[in-house]
């Protein structure tokens, strides 16, 4: 075996555990635990299926057993644990990457070691104050110390149950300094990650309650990550549910919890492509016919200020919330919603010595800070300036790896550089500490909101651009659905949480997860009308125009004057090829707003696919007379003009049209205005124009001309000239 398939092994099995597929879960680990060469999983494994063999007899046979929820609820319990313990062994042994080069490092290694480093650590810090030289950093010693400890909290899962007593001292207050505790938070959140640990779960929720908001915000960080990764299995283990309810009923961490869900989600979004609004005034329905939509450019008739998207009159669902909405949010969005620009610029200022200690990825950034002393002792100027390192520690603008980065990057850049910067960064850092504090007055929260966000973001540059990232298991990977989750019912039984999470995915137009949660929602109350209007959105974004459109009749019951609501009805009936009832809504619309050009324009086009020109006509006509600069209306007057057989109007269309920027469907059209007018010499050159067109081709050619047949015949254009026509083109192509 190797790394790869023991990894796809552990997906197979636990989604099998997962679906209650025990007997097949079994028969999996069977095999694997050869692999092992560990006797004692082998006899573990073997009595756990000899048990679950016992239990099915007696269950077939009838035996009434008030408990046997409970036993097999231990058995699953069992099996998942030997499961671990098998692909920890076969990862020890084989598994590649930093992460597995760290287990075996310290794999056999006394237990004692953990305090013995914690005993090194306190000694280096005795020893810095006696000397009491506050310009003297964290010596090696100390580094070395930290390092130990947390590398054996990363990799080593028993140590969380026999050292229990040794690691929650670690965390005390006069133990290690915060910003190592706060190190040592990371340890223990990506050892979760990579094994689940009973012991190391419950250490994150006692971190919780921890007096320093910088290890507590991490610890919920933390949690929930792991929480959302173990979903599935965590109603097996009494002991996390419990605290679970705990946290629960602290109002303080909910509301923090509830902020980290989107603060995770929008730091996640680094690596997808949202899905952009579509314009949606008029939809790619059944088409009047082939092409006739793209000849006409139907779709672009009015420009985009226009155009009519989501409801202008749906209320802000963050407008209440000022843990949202204030201005801590507004200069920070750059690293919250756009922390892609931030990974981008500091992604290539991860190669300096200090990152090669995998536990500075995590280090926050403090103040007084001994790393930044020693990296600028050689510095002057602005980099000499304790104003500027104090308000890089205060300020949220970046993250703390990112803020390691620019220091250590200062010493190689050019002088006059140098100066410019930190210029610039004094006065954006003093700005930026004004709204800082004006939020402070108004909300204490503001500073563990950023605090979280910073270490959301650290940890997103660990697993995405730390150079030996690939044997690690990364968090942001994964969908983070976390309205899907059943621990995410514990904490937030109430709709609140549902119905920001889902006005947060609308917003970011993440449309088929926030369907989801607006569907979970309206399990639990009677939707509203908003929320029917964004469902019926989500599903219209999703091409899924039937639910849309029955989803918009629901909301119309509300209030059935809304214009918004009645043209997305109308919309709706277009993409599912009913233009009569999307006439019946458009003209309903009408009334309210009579001049609206959204409006108008999509009555001309519902009357032109009903074939009904003449009224057709009029609707265009009123656009251009509404809106005189828009040269796209002229397109489908024109062919309006050339259905009705009025000629002089479509050719003097035509031409204004040829006179711009043509496309091939206007030469197109205008070799149908010459040949109904009798001009078979001039309508074939404009055919030829048509075909040689960029990007175009005969083929494309001809299933626009067949669909046109019928109206040609109409304006009296000989059926039997049509084939001569055609070849006589073929020759001019040749």
């Known amino acids: 075996m190797n790394h790869s398939s023991i990894r796809q092994e552990q997906t197979k099995i636990n989604g099998l555990l997962n679906n209650k597929r025990l007997k097949e879960a079994l028969d999996g680990l069977q095999e694997l635990v050869k692999e092992t060469h560990k006797g004692d999983l082998i006899d573990t494994l073997y009595n756990i299926e000899i048990t679950y063999k016992s ?3 007696y269950t077939v046979e009838g035996f009434a057993d008030p408990e046997r929820q409970k036993i097999y609820n231990h058995l699953v319990t069992d099996i998942l644990s ?9 990862y020890s042994r084989l598994g590649e990457g930093l992460f597995f080069e760290v287990l075996r490092k310290h794999q056999g290694s006394s237990d004692t070691a953990l305090e013995e480093n914690m005993e090194k650590c306190r000694q280096e810090m005795d020893r810095s104050l006696l000397m009491q030289d506050k310009e003297v950093g964290p010596s090696e010693v100390f580094n070395e110390g930290v390092r130990e400890i947390f590398e054996r909290l990363l990799t080593q899962s028993h140590l969380y149950k026999t050292q229990n007593t040794v690691i929650t001292h670690i965390f005390t207050e006069g133990s290690l300094p915060w910003p190592q505790q706060s190190v040592l938070v990371s340890a223990a959140t990506v050892h979760l990650l990579h ?8 250490l994150l929720f006692k971190l919780v309650a921890h007096p320093h908001q910088e290890v507590s915000q991490r610890a919920l960080v933390g949690l929930l990550l792991n929480l959302y990764k173990y979903d599935q299995r965590l109603a097996l283990y009494p002991e996390i549910g419990h605290q679970l309810n705990r946290l629960k009923e602290k109002s303080a961490h909910k509301d923090a919890l509830r902020n980290m869900v989107i603060q995770i989600m929008r730091t996640s979004e680094t690596e997808k492509l949202a899905r952009k609004l579509t314009d949606e005034i008029l939809p790619e329905v059944a088409r009047i016919h082939p092409n006739l939509r793209d000849r006409l450019d139907l779709d672009n008739i009015i420009g985009d200020g226009f155009k009519e998207g989501k409801n202008p009159d749906w209320e802000d669902i963050f407008s209440d919330s000022p843990e949202l909405m204030g201005k801590l949010e507004e200069f920070s969005r750059l690293q919250m919603e756009g922390a892609d620009l931030f990974l981008s610029t500091f992604r290539m200022l991860k190669h300096f010595p200090f990152f090669n200690n995998t536990e500075n990825w995590f280090m926050p950034f403090p103040w ?3 790393i930044v002393d020693d990296v600028l002792k050689n510095e002057s100027g602005p980099f000499r300036n304790p104003d500027l390192i104090k308000g890089m520690a205060q300020s949220g603008i970046l993250c703390n790896s990112d803020k390691y980065s620019l220091i250590l990057s200062i010493p190689q850049m050019p002088a006059a550089q140098k100066e410019m910067m930190g210029q610039m960064f004094m006065a954006e850092l003093g700005a930026i500490r004004e709204v800082e504090k004006s939020d402070e007055l108004i909300d204490a929260d503001k500073k563990a909101l950023a605090i979280s966000n910073q270490y959301i973001q650290d940890l997103y540059r660990f697993f995405k651009v730390h150079p030996r990232r690939s044997s690690f298991q990364d968090p942001f990977s994964t969908p983070l659905d976390f309205h899907n989750c059943h621990f995410i019912e514990t904490l937030f039984p109430d709709e609140d949480f549902l119905r920001k999470l889902g006005a947060y995915l609308f917003e970011k137009d993440r449309f088929k997860e926030a369907l989801e949660a607006f569907g979970k929602l309206s399990e639990k109350t009677q939707p509203s009308m908003q929320i029917l209007q964004k469902q019926a959105f989500c599903q219209q974004q999703l091409n899924r125009y039937d639910l849309a459109l029955d989803l918009y009749l629901q909301a119309d019951l509300f209030d059935h004057g809304q214009v918004w609501n009645l043209k997305k009805i109308a919309l709706c009936y277009r993409y599912l090829k009913n233009p009569e009832k999307a006439l019946e809504y458009y003209m309903e619309a009408e009334k309210s707003a009579p001049d609206n050009l959204h409006t108008q324009v999509s009555i001309g086009h519902c009357l032109l696919e009903l074939k009904n020109f003449e009224q057709a ?4 006509f ?13 397109r489908p007057i024109a062919w309006c003009a050339l259905a009705l057989g009025k000629f002089d109007q479509a050719q003097k269309y035509s031409q204004k049209i040829l006179a711009e920027k043509p496309t091939q469907h ?3 059209n205008m070799g149908h205005i010459m040949w109904c007018q009798g001009h078979r010499q001039l309508a074939l050159e404009w055919y030829q124009k048509c075909v040689t067109f960029p990007g175009h081709s005969f083929n494309a050619f001809l299933e626009s001309f067949n669909n046109d047949k019928e109206m040609l015949v109409n304006h009296e254009v000989e059926e039997t000239d049509i084939p001569i026509m055609l070849d006589q083109l073929r020759y001019h192509l040749q």
């Open 195 to 202: 094994h689940f640990n009973e012991e190391a779960f419950l």
């Open 55 to 57: 239990m099915l007899r």
């Open 368 to 370: 007084p800070n001994p």
């Open 617 to 620: 006509l009029k609707y265009y």
């Open 666 to 668: 206007d030469y197109f």
């Open 622 to 634: 009123k656009v251009e007379y509404l809106d005189p600069g828009n040269q796209k209306v002229w």
């Open 82 to 90: 030997v499961a671990d313990e098998i692909f920890l062994s076969l």
